[in-house]
């Protein structure tokens, strides 16, 4: 048995996320609104050594497959994930995670000025640009670190 | 213009800067004929924000098309104050006007608050994002003496803050323009603006100094360094004394230089430049009437064809 599958076992059915950029698995969970409330299983693996990252994170979610917009909203915090859908111990898909063009209700602007962070009725939106996201009301651009504003509701 | 609104200077094409000043222009040469033009018309103003030369040539700019004003008054004195969101105030409002303009203190208001209104809403300032309109009337006044193409504008004082900066800026993308920027290192233009420069291929430079640039200007656009930018009043006044203009600092700039500002000023242009050649700032206030004329023209215009 290796290293890798005494850290994180295998699922009948479900959806593991491998190649999360080290670091990274809470907040995929985060943005999945994953927290084990459901009951569903999860497993996380941190830190696990990976030929193309060097480090990465795994995480594996038991009975769920992601949505596109799931998946979509992922590739911005983990551009390296690759997910695969899990149905009776054997990968039916699996893929490269794409950018969207948007994002909608996800990250907070960092601007604080920003009138999406007055008390308005309205979510968040951020457009893709080439290495980061850019705020649809303020034109504020995040480039590093996206994760930090994740508007994670609790 | 073929927009429904007017939110930032980013989404002006060419084209559309042109019709704006080519109508201005029009109306310029003969007021009387747009006397009548939008009877019955309510335009809304909607100032967050203290504002008095912006309120009032909007003001003047819909009556002399023959329209009417509703003013929301003070934050201070309306349901604002109360909690309202900005969300609600406009679809109210929507109902008692046919144009909307807008000044707000958060980035994105006015963007935000296009998408819950039909009728146009335009942007006059939202915080130290955009004041599109302002650009618009800059444009006109620099068009009116040297064209818009093969020039060299100088843009100093509040970069980052200056919303007349940024919206300046991106609408000079527009034109064959070098674009200049002169700051303290503090005040640079923000990170967002500069994407968007680099993004469109524009000419830019950033100065420290002016003198390095004074002499190659046909245009230079002062804005003023407020003191509330700087934690320490030595500082401030350090820093906005090394950008502020008189007669002996136009010593060395072309005699056909044009000296703008946005107004209100305070110090940072020396009383003694306003008898000269370079002096436009008046005169570009004054173009604020003719060029929201035509703005409001277009927008109303195309809000009814499309009704
Ligand atoms: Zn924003």
């Given at each position: 048995m290796s290293d890798h599958e005494l850290r994180v076992s295998k699922i009948r059915n479900g959806t593991v996320i491998d190649h999360?950029?080290?670091?990274?698995a809470l907040n995929v969970l985060a943005i999945l609104g994953i927290d084990g409330s459901e009951g569903e299983g999860v497993s996380i693996g941190m830190n696990v050594p990976s030929d193309r990252l060097g480090r990465k994170d795994v995480v594996k979610v038991e009975d769920r497959e992601l949505s596109q917009s799931e998946v979509e909203v992922l590739s911005l915090i983990a551009p390296e994930a690759s997910i695969n859908i899990i149905r009776d111990y054997d990968v039916v898909e699996k893929s490269r995670v794409d950018r969207p063009d948007t994002v909608t209700g996800l990250l907070s602007c960092p601007n604080r000025n920003c009138i999406t962070n007055d008390n308005e009725p309205i979510a968040s939106k951020f457009g893709v640009v080439a290495d980061g996201v850019r705020c649809a009301y303020c034109g504020d651009i995040v480039r590093d670190d996206i994760a930090a504003h994740l508007d994670v509701q609790s | 213009m073929r927009q429904d609104h007017l939110i930032s200077?980013?989404?002006?094409?060419r084209e559309s800067i042109e019709a704006v000043l080519d109508r201005a222009a029009a109306i310029d040469a003969d007021p009387a004929a747009y006397r009548q033009r939008h009877a019955g018309a309510v335009l809304a103003l909607c100032f967050f924000e203290p504002s008095t030369r912006t309120k009032m040539s909007f003001d003047t700019a819909m009556k002399r098309l023959g329209g009417t004003t509703v003013d929301m008054g003070t934050v201070e004195s309306s349901s604002v104050k109360k909690g309202e969101t900005l969300a609600d105030t406009v679809r109210v409002v929507e109902g008692y006007a046919d144009a909307i303009v807008l000044r707000h203190p958060s980035e994105g208001a006015a963007k935000m608050a296009s998408e819950f209104v039909d009728v146009p809403l335009v942007n006059a300032g939202d915080g130290a994002g955009q004041h599109p309109s302002q650009t618009l009337l800059d444009l006109y006044t620099i068009r009116e003496r040297a064209g818009l193409d093969d020039l060299s504008v100088g843009i100093m004082g509040d970069l980052k803050y200056g919303r007349t900066v940024h919206s300046l800026a991106h609408a000079l993308t527009n034109f064959d323009v070098r674009q200049h920027f002169i700051s303290p290192e503090s005040l640079r233009l923000p990170r967002n603006v500069r994407f968007d420069l680099h993004e469109s291929g524009a000419q830019v430079r950033e100065h420290t100094d002016l003198d390095a640039v004074l002499p190659e200007l046909d245009v230079l656009y002062v804005t003023r360094i407020q003191r509330e930018r700087f934690p320490d009043e030595n500082e401030y006044h350090a820093i906005a004394g090394e950008y502020r203009i008189d007669e002996e600092t136009l010593d060395?700039?072309?005699?056909d230089l044009s000296v703008m500002h946005p107004l209100p000023r305070v110090d940072e242009i020396a009383p003694e430049v306003d008898d000269t050649e370079y002096a436009r700032y008046f005169e570009q206030a004054h173009n604020g009437v003719p060029v929201r004329m035509a703005l409001l023209d277009e927008l109303l215009t195309q809000a009814e064809a499309e009704r």
């Open positions: 999360v950029a080290a670091g990274q | 200077a980013a989404n002006l094409s060395a700039a072309r005699d």
